[in-house]
């Protein structure tokens, strides 16, 4: 069974602190996502990677940045925390990058920024 | 401009019924189609999908539908459960997205009344 894991299920953060959320899958996936979900528009994509220390912008990577030193994990940082960036963010990896390639998703960090 | 929608916010049936759920699209670059299902405080779980080479695909009580011409895809649920009550996301992929990316609806809560 794939497993992926986030370090935290809940998080409260102040506004302009830097946070860290991580993500560690277990199955040698090349592919790597970031997505956060918020009520009325779904699951949006922020960053993704497809090799150790290879990454791309997604649909909106404004106020993000991501690290990957190692195959199994991949770091969200949130530079300057910020009220509007209080959400439900789901890390993801999957084998491919085609869309036939399912994506195994983590159970989400529930981050409250004040 | 949400490429990907899911017009219904939520969905009430009762236990042994069929569920619908649909889902609209813009880009008519999309060629793969996804339905992930998401329980509370758990990230979404692959369901089913279908190629735009196909207008049905079936696996057991779920069967997913594709309309190119009217750019919709639905997803049906027969016989329904309670353990189906969930939040149904469709996702759609293809060039128009990047083939690597998936493009996610706003969800749709089904509940099912025992």
């Known amino acids: 069974d794939v497993k992926v894991t986030q370090s935290s299920r809940y998080l409260v953060k102040r506004t302009g602190e830097k946070v860290f959320l991580e993500c560690v899958q277990d199955?040698?996936?090349?592919?790597m996502f970031w997505y956060r979900q918020d009520p009325g528009l779904g699951l949006r994509l922020i960053y993704f990677s497809y090799d150790v220390k290879m990454k791309e912008k997604g649909d909106i990577p404004e106020g993000y940045s991501v690290s990957r030193e190692k195959k199994e994990r991949f770091s969200l940082i949130l530079e300057s925390a910020s009220t509007n960036q209080t959400s439900m963010y789901l890390c993801?990896?999957?084998?491919?990058?085609?869309?036939?390639?399912?994506?195994?998703f983590g159970p989400g960090t529930r981050l409250t920024v004040t | 401009d949400q490429q990907v929608k899911q017009n219904s916010p939520s969905l009430s049936v009762q236990e042994g019924r069929i569920s619908i759920l649909n889902c609209d699209y813009t880009?008519?670059?999309?060629?793969?189609f996804l339905w992930y299902k998401k329980y509370p405080a758990e990230g979404p779980t692959f369901l089913i999908s279908?190629?735009?080479?196909?207008d049905k695909n079936e696996d057991g009580r779920f069967t997913v539908f594709l309309n190119k011409s009217a750019k919709h895809l639905s997803l049906h649920i027969v016989p329904s459960q309670p353990g189906d009550s969930a939040v149904y996301f469709c996702?759609?992929?293809?060039?128009?997205?990047?083939?690597?990316?998936?493009?996610f609806g706003t969800g749709t809560r089904l509940k099912v009344l025992a």
């Open positions: 880009n008519s670059m999309f060629d793969y």
């Open positions: 279908i190629s735009s080479i196909k």
């Open positions: 993801a990896s999957s084998d491919g990058l085609a869309a036939r390639y399912e994506q195994y």
């Open positions: 996702a759609a992929s293809g060039m128009g997205s990047g083939t690597y990316k998936y493009i």
């Open positions: 199955m040698d996936h090349e592919n």
